[in-house]
């Protein structure tokens, strides 16, 4: 190429970055798609428990808990210390387990397929999903689901929130978690609080 | 009239969130898109500075959901026994077409003329081959429910969400979306007519409206009481999180989102 045609390639290509903020991720999106279609068989399973199981399985291997637990404290994941981080990191697993357990069981017997993603960043992309198999006047036809994927820094793709039209669990757990730390005195005294609760709450 | 106030905005407000309808069209105008993302920005204040009235909320949340607890959710529940899935649509139909004035007055006051296009062709077709608004052929034609509110005209205007606002009957607001609220009372047309019979319909409207919107809520609001560690956080989280997406009509502006951040770096030390 000479130079007039690399120039008129990188304005095209400057245009184009310019005038769509936002890309699609085809790795992420077969990233999530491949969670889903592993989701499938337990969606399916007649057997509550079976289910919730196997969706166990899925959330250890595909969601990444240390980065979300990290999240959901806010400014105080830069305070906890490290004998708190040893109680909290498995009481909060088990915590999130169980709330990725009960919102996506919601959909069982549906099968979700991925519609399209958006970059934020190159290591934040929303993966969008919607039910494939929805039938007229079926609750979740319209609902959007996204997954938030982060490519840490070793480059692999983990889910870190999910969300509903919109509405996102980790950033209203992050909502939470702050507000009982603020409400118990802040760090270190209110996350010490936090652990109780969510002891609390798992052992239930 | 206070009281119909209330329990009027109560219903309408209550569950803007889980009401509010996701409508993600792929096809538009960027430009559009970008217009609508940008409403939400105003109202980025998070946590503690979104709720300077904690104190305050947390003492009417309490106080609602003796109310909720022990009135709105048997009625709920009776409602829901008492009719089938397709009435209960045909009824949030019927009352989804009684909005269309303040709906209309919102689309217009925003400028947004396509859209109240649709809501007067919607009404029109709604009303009549719809059976009186039981019906929502306008759907099957392409032309989606969409809802707007003076809350959301002022936040197009450029206005701030101001604190988040609890009160008992009136449910989650800001205190910018409580005054349009009370706005949208004085916008619809019924409130100007006074007669015995208009203020039966209107206390009928007020109630049906009520069950309309808390009986598909019984098991989510459940599910987050029993999964909340604090329930208040949550529902003021739910809720602000579904209002931001309304007022940018359906869209989620993702640079908002806070940064998830890297956090490797935190088992490093």
Redesign the interface.
Known sequence: MNFIQKAAVAVLLAVTVAASPAFANDAAEQFVQKVLDEAQPYLELEDEQAQLDGIATLVDKYVDMRHIGYFVLGKSARQITSEQKEEYFPLFEDYARSIYQEALTRYSGERLAVTGSVDRSEKNIFVQSKVANAKPGDEYADTLIEWWVHVNNDGEMRIVDAGADGIFLSIEQQETFTSIIADNGGPPAGIDALIENIREKVDD | MSMRLTVFAALFFFLA?GA?????S?AGD?EEFAEELKRGEADTT???EIDPWEGFNRKMFAFHNVFDENLLVPLAKVYRATTH?KQR?GIRNFLDNLKTPVILANDLLQGEFDRAGDTLGRFAINTTVGFGGMGDPAERIGIAQHSEDFGQTLAVWGLDTGPYLFLPFFGPSTLRDGFGAAVDTGLDPSFYYRSDAMATAKYVRAGATALAIREPLIEPLD?IKE????Y???F???YL??R??EIQN???N??E??D?????E??EE
């Open positions: 969130g509010a309808h996701a409508q993600l792929d960027p998070e946590g503690k899935k649509k599910d999964n909340s560690l604090d208040y956080a949550s003021r989280s739910f999180q579904s931001k997406r359906g869209r989620t993702y640079d989102l806070p998830i951040g890297d956090f490797e935190f088992d």
